[in-house]
């Protein structure tokens, strides 16, 4: 008999949801993509470290800079077209489109990034991005070596 190497995946720490849209609705309505119950944010943008109801390790997942682009990319996308649209019709000053356009930018890109963060986490869950992709995990904190100061090695 050949061997063969394990080539299943390997069990991931939580239910994962069986769509994209319901994990990504989820995420966006502050609920934990995995059970839909427990809360994905601990703040306006802080991940909880674990789902409150179903323990999912919500703090593992790593969205970096996804959100903020998808949120520049849809809010810009909407409101360009209405800024150009404006100027061809009535010309205003351009003071006058800087009062507008950037607090309107403000307000919307700050209201659409909280839901765009959670759907990405959703989206994350669906695919199985726990966090663990890139080989090993970092070094608990009582491992860390202590860092030091020596006098006269900062240049
Ligand atoms: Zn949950």
């Not at 809010?75 to 800087?98: D, T």
Request: hydrophobic content about 45%.
């Amino acid at each position: 008999m050949r061997w063969e190497p394990d080539r299943s995946a390997p069990a991931l720490p939580y239910v994962q949801p069986t769509s994209f849209w319901l994990a990504a609705s989820r995420g966006a309505q502050d609920r934990c993509p995995s059970c839909g119950v427990g809360h994905v944010f601990d703040g306006y943008l802080r991940v909880a470290p674990a789902c409150s109801h179903c323990g999912a390790p919500l703090g593992s997942l790593r969205a970096d800079d996804a959100p903020p682009y998808f949120t520049i990319f849809i809010a810009g996308h909407v409101l360009i077209p209405i800024v150009l649209w404006v100027e061809r019709v009535w010309m205003p000053p351009m003071w006058l489109h800087m009062l507008l356009w950037l607090p309107l930018f403000s307000v919307v890109c700050i209201a659409m990034l909280r839901p765009i963060k959670g759907a990405t986490l959703g989206w994350m869950m669906r695919l199985g991005m726990t966090g663990a992709e890139g080989g090993a995990e970092p070094l608990p904190p009582e491992t860390t070596p202590p860092k030091t100061y020596a006098p006269g090695t900062h240049g």
